[in-house]
């Protein structure tokens, strides 16, 4: 899933519930055909692609694994047998499903049966494939099915070698190379390969306080963004990490040029997806749209969103099941609808409750293939996107239209929480996150400081309004308000803090302002 009016984009692989198998089916069918459609129109401008799905197969796992592994991954591409298997299997195969998948690869019948692949056979495809461009993306979380997940896997298509996990936690606990004994594979160690000291550290410490591990595809981490990381981990959701230690949704960090197979797709999908979230893979992904973000307060709150979403997902995650919630197809589930319900989503008339029997499709339609039939106070987001459309011509089309007053009647933060309950959630909690921080940031000013609260706030709209043009975090909503607050409390050390290292740069850059920090913490 994902917009072209937000920067923000999360996968979370909705079905489109019905309330039968007959219908699940032409539901299906009708979106694949639109999808197909939608294909055919962008692919007209563009025929280069296949050329590309093999540099992006370089880096579905990650870029550290050695030329050893490049090498792998040259005799991993299916020949002989397994092109002859697929062959046969596409007898089975919906024939929309067959056009999306041939209109996807062209004549490239290697990549169709890529897309198709289950190696270990344990039901969980080696690859999700993205509707747009059929770019491949990780799908099982460990392709050799040694027991070692891919990222800590040093050889992720070798079942014999790569290490050994002895708790089943995923995370190789011997026979694998650590030069600098620090628990973390050669390969993907920051502090063996050399990388900035800094960087090394936040990298080890998320690792061994909440197994989350920042790793690189085709792009790199910088500083900034790996504090932020940190700091939405350590300091924004203190309190699920205290709970427990390590949140199942959010187990790797990466970063990557694109969500597309190239970036000037971008043009064409019209989607600069600045990051994504994939629950069933633990993953949360920051591409280049969003590495681009030099805004502290922004790249921050891009990260509290998209946290946000590993959060929601993880309320109806299955702990002892980690492999039956890498293969799923649908999200989200009972206790996140139970969430939503109580701020006004309900669902359609397809919903029974579950987002089962929706099947009918092959299992490598696997990436935002369909859009949630959620309802917002009885209203379709068409619906409010319309309402929101009207007022912002009546108004003549300002830039701050998200001030008028009938937008924090309604609790509306912007357009994006309008568009899906987890969009909503996403910016209710960066809403909810910044209105703290701000709190935090005016306490710090002299009492006296009437001219520098208002431009306290200006600043931090402005910063704000820079990534995402229509969003109001003063609109947020009590009930909205209250929940997050009880959800994700932030202590009082933690919002100075933030309010320092997030606020403060955005204040103290204006160029017409006084000297030294408009504020000033204990
Ligand atoms: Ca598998
Ligand atoms: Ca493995
Ligand atoms: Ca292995
Ligand atoms: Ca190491």
Redesign the pocket.
């Known amino acids: 899933m994902s917009t072209a009016r937000a920067a923000a984009c999360v996968a979370v692989l909705v079905l489109g519930a019905a309330a039968s198998p007959a219908s699940a089916q032409t539901h299906w069918r009708q979106q694949l055909l639109e999808k197909l459609e939608e294909l055919r129109e962008r692919r007209a401008h563009h025929p280069l692609l296949n050329a590309q799905q093999f540099v992006s197969l370089r880096y579905v796992y990650y870029r550290s694994h050695g030329p050893e592994d490049r090498e792998a991954l040259r005799v991993v591409l299916p020949r002989g047998a397994e092109l002859e298997r697929f062959n046969e299997m596409r007898e089975g195969i919906e024939s929309e499903a067959l056009d999306l998948l041939d209109e996807l690869y062209g004549t490239r019948d290697d990549l169709k049966a890529l897309a198709v692949r289950d190696r270990d056979g344990d039901g969980i495809p080696d690859y999700r494939v993205s509707d747009y461009f059929g770019k491949l993306a990780e799908g099982d979380l460990d392709v ?1 099915g ?1 027991g ?1 997940r891919n990222v800590y ?11 050994h996990d002895g708790d089943g936690d995923g995370i190789p606990d011997s026979g694998f190379a650590d030069r600098n004994a620090n628990g973390l594979p050669d390969h993907l160690d920051w502090a063996f390969l050399g990388r900035d000291p800094a960087l090394a550290r936040i990298q080890l410490d998320l690792f061994r306080d909440h197994e989350v591990i920042l790793v690189e595809r085709d792009a790199e981490f910088d500083l900034a963004l790996a504090r932020a990381v940190d700091d939405t981990v350590r300091r924004v959701f203190r309190a699920p990490f205290e709970r427990s230690a390590v949140l199942p949704t959010l187990r790797t960090v990466a970063v990557e040029k694109t969500a597309l197979l190239n970036a000037f797709l971008a043009e064409v999908a019209e989607d600069d997806t600045s990051a994504q979230v994939f629950s069933q893979t633990q993953s949360l992904t920051v591409y280049d749209p969003g590495r681009a973000v030099r805004d502290d307060l922004g790249r921050l709150g891009l990260l509290v969103h998209e946290m946000g979403h590993s959060y929601h997902m993880s309320l109806d995650w299955d702990a002892a099941r980690p492999d039956l919630e890498n293969g799923r197809m649908d999200f989200p589930a009972r206790k996140f609808v139970e969430t939503v319900a109580r701020f006004g989503w309900t669902t359609d008339e397809y919903y029974d409750g579950q987002f089962e029997g929706l099947r009918p499709m092959p299992r490598f339609l696997y990436a935002g293939m369909s859009e949630p039939a959620f309802l917002l106070d009885g209203r379709t987001p068409e619906e409010w996107e319309g309402w929101l459309n009207a007022i912002y011509e009546e108004l003549g089309e300002p830039e701050d239209y998200l001030e008028h007053p009938s937008f924090a009647r309604e609790g509306v933060v912007g357009d994006y929480s309008l568009s899906t309950p987890y969009e909503w959630y996403g910016d209710n909690l960066l809403a909810y996150v910044v209105s703290v921080l701000e709190a935090a940031a005016l306490e710090g000013l002299p009492p006296d400081a009437e001219a520098g609260a208002a431009e306290v706030r200006e600043r931090i709209t402005a910063s704000l309004r820079a990534i995402w043009p229509a969003f109001n975090h003063r609109n947020i909503g009590p009930g909205a308000f209250a929940y997050f607050e009880t959800t994700f409390p932030i202590r009082d050390d933690d919002r100075r803090f933030l309010a320092e290292r997030y606020i403060s740069p955005i204040v103290d850059s204006r160029e017409d302002g006084p000297e030294g920090s408009l504020l000033q913490h204990p």
């Open positions: 050799d040694d070692v896997d040093a050889h992720p298509y070798d079942a014999a070698r790569g290490g």
